[in-house]
């Protein structure tokens, strides 16, 4: 470690490159594995679509004309609640403007979300005869799980946090160490081994700075309740010379006398007419109680939203006994208090309530471009210490470095096929099988865990050429797939108009040829070390003849 050691020992810059090379070590394959998803989650509607094939394409929410009320359909949601979670605490009702069904949910005994799906006409829930041939599946939804909480709950959520962290001071001390680093973004030396990966570094480090910083920084203080629960329970809003600690469940209190609940529907069209919109959603807190509350929530206008980056929904509260308006939230308020308003951009921008499709592409391109900074920063780690060791863990360096090179396949390589093997598990499990959704997700880590066992069994780089092939094999072939197994195609969807699922498979396919050129390239390296090993072998029993 003496080496190790005199970097620590040098100047600001040789400090921080330490820093960056070994802090930034240890936390590339966990940011890598929480940015491939995150980015892939910016589209995770459309995923979700394409792994839908029996749903008709998605309809644009119709134009809001006049107040609807949804009488029929509250009516059936009230019925069903009051006769099946009598004593919840929360009642949510999602009527669809143009929909045949909606959603109803309730906080159970155990205070967990608990839901069903009713028919709008009849009130009864859908019954699984009359969707027998639609697949469950957990769609884009999973890559939006595994990237903030890595399907481990709230451990998941702390490791996240943590690397996110780790995160930033990795790109802090990158900035220090690079003192060229807006030079080196117009310098890119292609086929010079190193330096190639280096400049490759640089350019998307400088290119994606900026968002960089933005994402993992909102990232970590959308979190701030489950990284930090003690600021939760302390956080206090005054009202007046009263205090109470903010709850996340039912807003509001519990009186523990009984109340009759105002009638909705007139209540839906005094919201909607206010903030000209269909509604998104009809809460009722502690309903059964004098004191509870019913929140209007509106419908986001897609053509508003892109012009605004704070939330766009929204919300009138009324007594829900009178009927008395308490609050309105117009869309796009501005919440007066300067810390909330802060939080509430913060976690727009990471989750994008504001954006468009362009903004959501600029997101997408920015989340590849971060994503191959964590690849390169972990590649060029093995390619200089390949060329120069240092030694620096004495007779286990070698060992040690033999572990990142399988880290390193499993966690790039690994992941990427395991995401596309996501998408072929919808195709491949049966229609009706139970909990299929997890099954989904068990395809996911199963392609993963066989990457890793694959890494560890084959050299550096053979592996490297032969996940990169059968990434691109499986990107390319999953149209062929589709059109097998779901009867649908790349140019049916886009004759249909089908864009969602139609721009899925193309650009599945355009990563399946970038994996096939990236083997290639590989497969070139193995064959030009494989030819000097042999020329060099051949020097050397010339050698050994001539000295005969």
Known sequence: MKAAANEIQGGLRQRMSWLHTWGGLWVCWLAFIIFLPGTLSVF?????????PEHPPEKEVPAFVTPSGHTAALEHGLRYLREHAPNSSLWEMWPRAGEDSMMVYWLDEKNRFADARLSTATGLPVTEAEHAEVRETAGGGHFIHFHYRLHAGTAGVWIVGAASIAMLVALISGVITHKRIFKDFFTFRPAKGQRSWLDAHNLMGVLTLPFLFIIVFSGVAISWDTLVPA????????????????DFGPQGEATGK????????????????????????????????AGMKVQVYGMANPDIQQKHLLSARGMLEFDGVSGALLKTKLAHAVD?????????????MHRLHFAGTTIRWLYFVSGLAGTALMATGAILFMVKRRQKSLREFGDSTQRFYRICEVLNLAAIGGLVLACIGYLWGNRMLPVKLHERHDWEIAVFFSVWLVALLHAL?????????????????????LPLLNWITAGQHLFGYWLNGDVERGSVELVTVVCGLGLLYAARKVGSRIAAASAKAQAKASAVLQTERAGA
């Open 44 to 52: 995770s509607g459309p995923i979700t679509h394409w792994m839908e």
């Open 231 to 246: 600021v939760r329970w302390a956080q206090v809003v005054r009202t007046g010379e009263a205090a109470q600690v903010r």
């Open 258 to 289: 009984k109340g009759e609940l105002a009638a909705l529907p007139p209540l839906v069209q005094q919201a909607e007419a206010t903030l000209q919109s269909h509604t998104f959603a009809v809460v009722v807190n502690h309903p059964g109680d």
């Open 336 to 348: 007066p208090h300067p810390a909330r308003a802060t939080m509430q951009a913060l976690d727009d």
């Open 457 to 477: 069994l084959r050299p550096s780089a053979q592996g490297w050429r032969e996940q990169l092939l059968l990434g691109g094999a499986m990107c390319l072939s």
